[in-house]
């Protein structure tokens, strides 16, 4: 299942979801090609969509989550990958 959580990220002057796929990671790769996220959206487990693109996912498909039940979803299907933690 395609999932995606609420716009709340700001960056670059916009608010940013997040969508994953609670099954594959060529799951949210066909998803979002064939639904005009590019490539260089992919951040080590999910897509960076801009706020303006939100409805569209929805209508497509995608599940309105919040970001809390997209992780735990992420992590439920072993598909989390977190950032390294920084060396100190």
């Known amino acids: 299942m395609i999932l ?15 969508l ?5 990671y060529d799951e949210a790769h066909a998803f979002a090609a064939a639904h005009g996220i590019p490539a260089r959206g992919w ?7 801009p706020e303006d693109h939100y409805d569209a996912m ?3 498909g995608a599940v309105p989550v919040s970001s809390r039940d997209l992780v735990a979803a992420l992590r439920a299907a072993g598909l989390r990958r977190p950032k390294p933690m920084p060396r100190g």
């Open 20 to 24: 994953a796929s609670d099954t594959s």
């Open 4 to 18: 995606i959580d609420p716009p709340a990220v700001a960056r670059w002057d916009r608010l940013w979801s997040h």
């Open 43 to 49: 951040d080590r487990d999910h897509y960076d969509v």
């Open 58 to 60: 929805v209508a497509a």
